[in-house]
């Protein structure tokens, strides 16, 4: 198992700034995992980030809006920036397990809302 | 890209009915398959996870089935209970793990 803190829990911003969102694991891991939930809405993957590499974002979503550090492979931070209401969601950082065909473990989220 | 459906989107029934919620995914190069719960406001529970492998799991009234030919996965709840009432959310794994659209689920008592 692993286990997740996630950091804020929850903020509200005003329109036009930046958050760093911070997800820390109690153990090593390859990949990690940026989820966004928009209200209402299921579980949407943002990018996945890797160490010692750049960050591979899905369609839809580009670094310059959401940039992610992945200095060790304990932490990663999920910036949103120049927010917008648009961007009120809770957003998730999520790990496997070890080896492929593990659970997915997920940290508290952090619940996001701009004015 | 992986696309993983859900249906029904929503589902209502009483107390002591057997359910069946439906995943579908369009890649069938999956590594697992699990379901989770998600009561509103809450994180996200995980229930069962399938290997690829497999072709099912069980866990007291839950049973998840897997067809990963056909790109299909199904929880079966049994004798279900107003505290079952919750979205159903199903994750496929690959490289990458996507999340079903889910099915919320109100059993009334």
């Known amino acids: 198992s692993a286990v997740i803190s996630q950091k804020p829990s929850r903020d509200i911003c005003q329109r036009g700034t930046s958050l760093t969102i911070q997800c820390q694991v109690d153990?090593?891991?390859?990949?990690m995992f940026w989820y966004r939930q928009q209200p209402g809405q299921s579980l949407t993957l943002i990018a996945t980030a890797n160490q010692g590499s750049e960050a591979t974002y899905e369609s839809g979503f580009v670094i310059d809006k959401f940039p992610i550090s992945r200095p060790n492979l304990t932490f990663s931070t999920l910036t949103v920036s120049n927010m917008s209401p648009e961007d009120s969601s809770i957003y998730l950082c999520?790990?496997?397990?070890?080896?492929?065909?593990?659970?997915?473990?997920f940290g508290s989220g952090t619940q996001l809302s701009v004015l | 890209k992986q696309e993983v459906t859900q249906i029904p989107a929503a589902l209502s029934v009483p107390e002591g009915e057997n359910l069946v919620l439906n995943c579908s995914f369009t890649?069938?190069?999956?590594?697992?398959l699990q379901w989770f719960r998600q009561d509103p406001g809450k994180g996200l529970t995980s229930l069962l996870l399938?290997?690829?492998?497999?072709r099912e799991q069980t866990s007291g009234r839950l049973n998840a089935s897997l067809d990963k030919s056909s790109g299909r996965s199904t929880l079966y709840i049994a004798a279900s209970q107003p505290g079952d009432s919750a979205t159903y959310l199903c994750?496929?794994?690959?490289?990458?793990?996507?999340f079903g659209t889910g099915t919320s689920l109100t059993v009334i008592p």
């Open positions: 399938i290997q690829s492998s497999q």
């Open positions: 994750a496929v794994g690959g490289n990458q793990f996507y």
């Open positions: 999520s790990v496997p397990g070890r080896g492929r065909g593990e659970k997915l473990f």
């Open positions: 890649d069938s190069a999956i590594y697992n």
């Open positions: 153990s090593q891991v390859t990949m």
